[in-house]
């Protein structure tokens, strides 16, 4: 059996799905191909899974010459190859992994639904990409979504149809690594230190993180907001703003707000921080915060919750299954006045102390990844245990 996952960046294949590779090929005996865009170390990690990879320059934005190119090369793959099974992630993915893998032979297509585009769109342009996404999901023959809540949206923009959904457990697609990657336990209290004195920060600051894309999407012109209002109402406070990331182009951020996050004292702006030592940053903070306007399923959750850290988020969708409200974490508005009100909520170090062990409870239960990779393979086995 034949499976080939379509991953628009390299990056992504490398962390979403991470050894789910290997592990189909060692446990359930399934020959594995991935196409990406190329990408550092794309080619030593497909070498480490055992994993056929055929590297392909796939575009973010539509590019209708080299989509039809490149769907074609999918097509052609799959017939050439004789591939089973197709798991298109994200759009582009998506795009060129349903049609063209049905007119190749492929039984089953898989669409990986890793969010709801939509939900930041109004009027015609909404109608449009929902019909789009509808077309898609009508050439594959399951739905997975990564989250209760894009299951619910999805079925409500009327791009799915109910019965062809389905989900690994409460979501995610290939949950964390909450037993050795993301375990407080398992960082050295130097390195903490190290990084607590490479950005001056002092032993009373409340620090809140946030990690993600720097674009409005996120919500961090409004974070940005209320780390102003609490500078104004609560200067007591000694509140920090922690910032991983860098601004993107797409869906940018208002320049008034780059600049705050880049020149405040009240901020520390990082920059981009290397995947291999992100689990060090989340031990200088007191408190996680996504106050984003859509999500899949947002693992930057997981993995502060899975570092024993209380989150606060939106009840966007995806975020919105991220916690166990009032015991993991707290919900908030997407307006500077509720982030603030939200924040104040884990001053108390003891009752963020709390809800941070029970948030890294809560992921060790249900979304450490050897659990959920253990549920695609489940998936996968009842979904082409159903071949002629």
């Not at 007119?103 to 939509?118: D, S, T």
Request: charge should be neutral; include cysteine.
């Amino acid at each position: 059996m034949r499976v080939l996952e379509i991953m628009p960046l390299a990056h992504s294949a490398m962390e979403f799905i991470g050894d789910q590779l290997s592990y189909f090929k060692e446990k359930g005996d399934y020959e594995m191909h991935l196409v990406s865009s190329p990408g550092k170390g794309i080619y030593e990690f497909a070498e480490r899974e055992g994993t056929v990879y055929y590297p392909m320059v796939i575009p973010r934005s539509i590019e209708p010459w080299q989509d039809i190119k490149n769907m074609w090369r999918i097509f052609r793959y799959v017939r050439k190859h004789k591939i089973d099974v197709v798991i298109g992630h994200q759009s582009k993915g998506i795009l060129y992994g349903m049609l063209p893998s049905k007119l190749g032979g492929a039984k089953f297509r898989i669409v990986l639904a890793h969010g709801v585009l939509e939900d930041t769109m109004t009027g015609l342009r909404q109608r449009i990409f929902a019909t789009e996404n509808k077309l898609m999901s009508s050439f594959a023959t399951h739905v997975l979504c990564v989250s209760p809540s894009v299951m619910r949206r999805r079925v409500e923009l009327g791009i799915d149809k109910p019965e062809r959904q389905c989900i690994l457990g409460k979501g995610t697609c290939n949950g964390v690594d909450a037993l050795n990657k993301f375990n407080p336990a398992e960082v050295p209290a130097e390195i903490t230190e190290s990084i607590r004195d490479k950005y001056h920060l002092k032993k009373d600051d409340y620090v809140v993180g946030f990690c993600g894309r720097l674009v409005r999407d996120k919500g961090v012109t409004e974070l940005a907001g209320a780390i102003k209002l609490l500078k104004e109402q609560h200067p007591e406070i000694p509140v920090k703003l922690f910032v991983i990331g860098n601004p993107e182009k797409r869906d940018a951020l208002p320049e008034e707000t780059i600049n705050f996050l880049k020149e405040s004292d009240d901020v520390i702006f990082t920059g981009r921080v290397d995947y291999s030592e992100i689990q060090n940053y989340y031990t200088v903070m007191d408190a996680f915060i996504l106050p984003s306007y859509r999500e899949g399923f947002p693992t930057v959750a997981l993995e502060a919750s899975a570092m024993a850290l209380p989150l606060i988020v939106s009840r966007s969708t995806g975020c919105i299954d991220s916690i166990i409200e009032n015991e993991t974490g707290v919900y908030c508005d997407i307006t500077p006045e509720s982030i603030a009100e939200a924040i104040l909520t884990f001053v108390d170090k003891e009752k963020a102390r709390r809800f941070g062990q029970a948030g890294r409870q809560f992921v060790l239960e249900h979304f450490e990844h050897t659990k959920v990779k253990a549920l695609m393979l489940d998936l996968l086995n009842q979904i082409t245990s159903k071949r002629d």
